[in-house]
């Protein structure tokens, strides 16, 4: 009779029984990998294919080494700490210093956590008298703390910026500041209009499914920029042309705008928000932005100084208007 050999059985088990253990830690490996990707985007906001880019050269087709990208969400916020500084009639540094600050604190994210009882975009703590939780969570009432405290150092719009962040945050790191002044200054120029056509975003495919709601776009405008970015009458909601094949009616809205800059300023603001509030095309000053393009950032639009198909009015540098398209959904 061939010999079996009994002892090869339980080394076989073995092997196999090891073959599995090793399956299965893989396997957790890649949950956990899947888990922590997946708690990553849901506490920083962050977006898949969406991105922002700010040009270097002011030209939002561009692409040279000097651009700064972002997410969707960090722009939201990034344009949120603009506008909060234009409703109190800050200059441009003030809007520079409290970008970089919070680049450095959150990443212009409003994270639910941070440094022992720390939250928001600037990391501000209740325990220090910056407001509850739920307020410093609130992108304007934090950027607004911020702009409180900054504007009572004197001279601080021509102290380092180092020196600026720090004396309003009181941060164990005060020279990380330092590193973040290139962006955010770049940054700065586009959100505050000073670099036309300089900010392009590409939004999320299937962004338009939902429809924009012009009710919100308002309400948002007035919250961040304050009353008077609406004159009497203005930003209402008005049939806009259809598209061809279009079976639903498009909807635009016009946000008047003093002057070039500040069509720009708004205008980006606009954009910043596209994915957030279903904007699929904005248009000022001769030039278009459109989701289903967006690849190819701001673009002539060939209407000139008047209003065909809902464009822009005016030249940009006397004023006119912004129009903004919504999304109708699908």
């Given at each position: 009779?061939?010999?079996?050999g009994?002892?090869?059985?339980p080394?076989?088990?073995?092997a196999?029984g090891?073959g599995k253990?090793?399956?299965?830690?893989?396997?957790c490996?890649?949950?956990?990998?899947i888990?922590?990707?997946?708690a990553?985007?849901?506490?920083?906001?962050?977006?898949?294919?969406?991105s922002?880019?700010?040009?270097?050269?002011?030209?939002?087709?561009?692409?040279?080494?000097g651009d700064?990208?972002?997410?969707?969400g960090?722009?939201?916020?990034?344009?949120?700490?603009?506008?909060?500084?234009?409703?109190?009639?800050?200059p441009?540094?003030?809007?520079?210093?409290?970008l970089?600050t919070?680049?450095?604190?959150?990443t212009?994210?409003?994270?639910?956590h941070?440094?022992?009882?720390?939250?928001?975009?600037?990391?501000?703590?209740?325990?220090?008298?910056w407001?509850?939780?739920?307020?410093?969570?609130?992108a304007v009432?934090?950027?607004?703390?911020?702009?409180?405290?900054?504007?009572?150092?004197?001279?601080?719009?021509?102290?380092?910026?180092?020196?600026?962040a720090q004396?309003?945050?009181r941060s164990?790191?005060?020279?990380?500041y330092?590193?973040?002044?290139?962006?955010a200054?770049?940054?700065?120029?586009?959100?505050?209009?000073r670099?036309?056509a300089?900010?392009n975003?590409?939004?999320?495919?299937?962004?338009d499914?939902e429809?924009?709601?012009?009710e919100r776009?308002?309400?948002?405008?007035v919250?961040e920029f304050?009353?008077?970015?609406l004159?009497e009458?203005?930003?209402?909601?008005t049939?806009?042309?259809?598209?061809?094949?279009?079976?639903k009616?498009?909807t635009?809205?016009?946000?008047?705008?003093r002057?070039?800059?500040?069509?720009w300023?708004?205008a980006?603001?606009?954009?910043?928000?596209?994915?957030a509030l279903?904007?699929?095309?904005?248009s000022?000053?001769?030039?278009?932005w459109?989701a289903?393009q967006?690849g190819?950032?701001?673009r002539?639009?060939?209407?000139?100084?008047?209003?065909?198909?809902?464009?822009?009015?005016?030249?940009?540098?006397?004023?006119?208007?912004?129009?903004?398209?919504?999304?109708?959904?699908?």
């Amino acid at each position: 009779m061939p010999y079996s050999g009994p002892a090869r059985t339980p080394r076989t088990s073995r092997a196999k029984g090891r073959g599995k253990l090793l399956r299965i830690a893989v396997a957790c490996v890649v949950l956990l990998a899947i888990t922590a990707y997946v708690a990553v985007r849901l506490v920083t906001g962050e977006e898949g294919v969406a991105s922002c880019v700010v040009h270097a050269d002011g030209a939002s087709a561009g692409g040279g080494g000097g651009d700064y990208e972002l997410k969707p969400g960090q722009a939201v916020n990034a344009a949120t700490i603009a506008a909060v500084a234009s409703q109190r009639g800050l200059p441009e540094r003030a809007v520079t210093i409290a970008l970089a600050t919070a680049m450095q604190e959150s990443t212009l994210h409003n994270i639910r956590h941070g440094d022992r009882d720390s939250v928001g975009l600037f990391q501000q703590r209740p325990s220090q008298g910056w407001g509850t939780e739920e307020q410093i969570q609130d992108a304007v009432y934090s950027a607004g703390k911020f702009y409180d405290h900054l504007v009572k150092i004197p001279g601080y719009s021509r102290l380092p910026l180092t020196v600026a962040a720090q004396r309003v945050q009181r941060s164990g790191f005060p020279q990380a500041y330092a590193k973040h002044e290139a962006n955010a200054t770049l940054l700065t120029a586009a959100l505050t209009g000073r670099k036309a056509a300089a900010l392009n975003c590409t939004p999320e495919p299937g962004n338009d499914r939902e429809p924009g709601d012009a009710e919100r776009v308002r309400a948002q405008l007035v919250r961040e920029f304050g009353k008077g970015v609406l004159a009497e009458g203005a930003g209402t909601v008005t049939p806009a042309a259809a598209r061809a094949g279009g079976s639903k009616p498009e909807t635009a809205m016009t946000v008047p705008a003093r002057g070039e800059r500040r069509g720009w300023e708004l205008a980006h603001w606009a954009l910043a928000n596209a994915s957030a509030l279903h904007i699929e095309r904005i248009s000022f000053a001769g030039r278009v932005w459109s989701a289903e393009q967006a690849g190819d950032g701001w673009r002539e639009s060939g209407s000139g100084s008047g209003a065909k198909g809902g464009e822009g009015t005016g030249d940009g540098r006397s004023g006119g208007s912004v129009v903004l398209r919504l999304a109708t959904g699908r």
